[in-house]
């Protein structure tokens, strides 16, 4: 069983993630892209006054600040933009997609289930509406310079909702009480009423209507990957246990 849930959970990450990537590298990417040259060019504009102005303060804006004030070899390494870019995105949506197999596949063997396309549909929508609708709507996907809140407030804020709203969601599906169904109601609700964190000053570099786009196809991409996923597992799963009753 361990085995067979490890191979689906690879298998179906794989081509879910593969599928994915493409869609990302022309969908979201070149937001990214675009959104980047903003924040350079304001990052730019602002250590090219100050440089003026307080002579080496131009290094260490250069450098991410005083630690890194020495020189640039302590610059922290990342992707070239092109092929380099494209390859480490796309393992990292593959490694998403695996583990979005692998959290299906434990949760609807863990409720007792049956696994087919149909119904690992249906998890990958609750799945998405948990792990990215939800959260979404109080924090939205954002683009290099948006203005946020502590990276640690924001975590809290997004692992509650998320919990929240998965187990909101389960009650609800699950089970025919009035009660239950109008807790599950208030369960999801309750992170939304707290309210999620968010900068003082909600100045963004970027313009809003690119951070607007960006939003919008960065949870349709997540709602992508989520069904793909589901369709996948729900696919391969009757496929390997066939091959393992054969066997």
Not at 2 to 13: E, K, N, Q
Not at 94 to 104: D, E, P, R
Not at 139 to 159: F, I, K, T, V
């Amino acid at each position: 069983m361990v085995t067979r849930v490890l191979t689906v959970s690879i298998l179906a990450g794989l081509l879910a993630g593969l599928i994915v990537a493409a869609l990302q590298h022309v969908t979201t990417t070149p937001l990214i892209l675009k959104a980047e040259t903003y924040e350079n060019a304001m990052r730019d504009g602002a250590g090219a006054h100050l440089a003026f102005a307080q002579g080496e303060a131009r290094i260490i804006l250069a450098h991410g600040g005083a630690d890194h004030a020495e020189g640039a070899e302590h610059d922290e390494w990342k992707p070239q933009d092109g092929t380099q870019r494209m390859l480490f995105t796309s393992v990292t949506t593959i490694g998403t997609a695996i583990g979005f197999a692998a959290l299906l596949l434990a949760g609807m063997l863990a409720a007792g289930d049956s696994i087919d396309p149909r119904r690992a549909l249906i998890w990958g929508a609750c799945g998405f509406l948990a792990f990215g609708l939800a959260p979404g709507m109080g924090l939205a996907p954002e683009l290099p310079g948006a203005a946020s809140a502590a990276l640690q407030a924001r975590q809290l804020w997004w692992l509650a909702t998320a919990i929240s709203t998965a187990i909101g969601l389960f009650l609800f599906l699950r089970y025919e009480a009035p009660w239950l169904k109008l807790l599950a109601v208030v369960v999801i609700l309750l992170p939304h009423l707290v309210g999620a964190p968010h900068a003082p000053t909600p100045e963004s570099k970027v313009p809003a209507e690119l951070a607007a786009h960006f939003t919008s196809l960065s949870l349709g991409i997540q709602a992508a990957l989520w069904l793909v996923t589901a369709f996948m597992v729900g696919t391969l799963w009757p496929w390997m246990s066939r091959r393992a009753a054969a066997a």
